[in-house]
């Protein structure tokens, strides 16, 4: 099977939607942007045996490969449009490539987001989506925004896919049913865009949680010029890890861990009770977790001391 006729069969039938002017088919793509929105776009690439293990569930490595990038639109407060996908094979598996489309598409369904156009090559298996999404410009939510006094929250619960990594590489022997868990938060993160969209008005500054809380705190606090005050009694490690794992090693993975694909959000003090209030009113779990401070980088507690992690998070070299 040749390049056209592999997207042709699995691709190309999926690439009408709104705003799709031309999909697949022709040299670009052509979209239509809404009336007075900007377009946000990221783009990751998903390597074999790094971000994934090749002989993984191919639906689920889609799953994944879409998720995670879906998730970089949730941390601006953008509502998915439209995506790109960049796929190197090693060869023509007709059964790997009916799953992994199949598992591709179904979360683009979910997210009402168009595959539109990409490129496919022999080499290597890897993986590079590129999402574009649409937000009002003065609505985005930015790195920068960050200010003395903020208070951090973080969603949801933190250290499940790390600790996915470590059961993957049998390092740990968690039950069936907590493996189940771990699997399912490591290959179908939840991108937080519905969240995003109704806490935003009452954040300051975001950044979804991927290389590690730490990491991507720092981010945050390098953008906007501050730093971090993080207290790690409080992080929301998962359930599952605290069950699979010592203490000591289940706040390492959820803070430096990676892979939860949660949002750190800063939040104005003057906003805190707005902003709990909403939480609590759409059912969406938000952890106070430390406050903004002067100075550069983060810095972490426990018990009330300092306390320095074994790493920072995820490094890509």
Same mark, same amino acid.
């Given at each position: 099977m040749g390049e056209f006729e592999l997207i042709k069969k699995y691709f190309q039938e999926h690439s009408q939607g709104d705003g799709v002017i031309v999909g697949i088919g022709d040299d670009c793509a052509l979209l239509q942007v809404s009336e007075g929105h900007s377009l946000a776009v990221s783009v990751d690439t998903l390597v074999a045996d790094v971000h994934f293990p090749s002989n993984g569930d191919p639906e689920k490595i889609a799953e994944r490969a879409l998720r995670v990038n879906l998730s970089d639109l949730a941390a601006v407060g953008a509502r998915p449009r439209w995506f790109t996908l960049a796929i190197s094979l090693p060869s023509v598996d007709e059964n790997w490539l009916k799953s992994f489309s199949q598992g591709l598409l179904r979360v683009a369904k979910q997210y009402q987001c168009v595959l539109v156009g990409g490129d496919t090559t022999k080499g290597p298996l890897s993986i590079s989506i590129q999402v574009h999404g649409e937000v009002l410009a003065e609505q985005a939510l930015l790195r920068s925004g960050a200010r003395v006094g903020d208070l951090i929250?973080? /969603? #949801?619960?933190? $250290? !499940?896919? !790390?600790?996915?990594?470590? @059961?993957? =590489?049998? &390092?740990?022997?968690?039950? +069936? &049913?907590?493996?189940?868990?771990?699997?399912?938060?490591?290959?179908?993160? /939840?991108?937080?865009?519905? =969240? !995003? &969209?109704?806490?935003?008005?009452?954040?300051?500054?975001?950044?979804d949680v991927s290389d590690g809380l730490v990491a991507d705190l720092g981010h945050i606090c390098e953008q906007s010029n501050v730093a971090a005050l993080?207290?790690? =009694?409080?992080?929301?490690?998962?359930? @599952?890890? /605290?069950?699979?794992?010592?203490?000591?090693?289940?706040?390492?993975?959820?803070? +430096? #861990? $990676?892979?939860?694909? =949660?949002?750190?959000? /800063?939040v104005r003090d003057v906003q805190r009770s707005q902003f709990e209030s909403v939480a609590k009113r759409h059912g969406i779990t938000v952890t106070l977790i430390g406050n903004i401070t002067? $100075?550069? $980088?983060? @810095?972490?507690?426990?018990? #009330? @001391?300092?306390?320095?992690?074994?790493?920072? #998070?995820?490094?890509h070299f």
């Open positions: 929250y973080v /969603t #949801g619960s933190l $250290g !499940a896919a !790390a600790a996915a990594v470590l @059961a993957l =590489e049998s &390092k740990i022997s968690p039950t +069936a &049913k907590d493996r189940d868990y771990l699997m399912a938060r490591y290959y179908q993160p /939840t991108p937080r865009l519905a =969240e !995003a &969209k109704l806490l935003a008005p009452y954040v300051s500054a975001a950044i993080l207290d790690l =009694e409080r992080l929301p490690v998962a359930q @599952a890890v /605290t069950r699979s794992v010592e203490d000591s090693a289940a706040v390492e993975l959820a803070a +430096a #861990g $990676g892979d939860d694909y =949660e949002l750190c959000l /800063t002067s $100075g550069a $980088g983060v @810095a972490c507690l426990m018990h #009330g @001391a300092p306390h320095q992690l074994s790493k920072q #998070g995820y490094q």
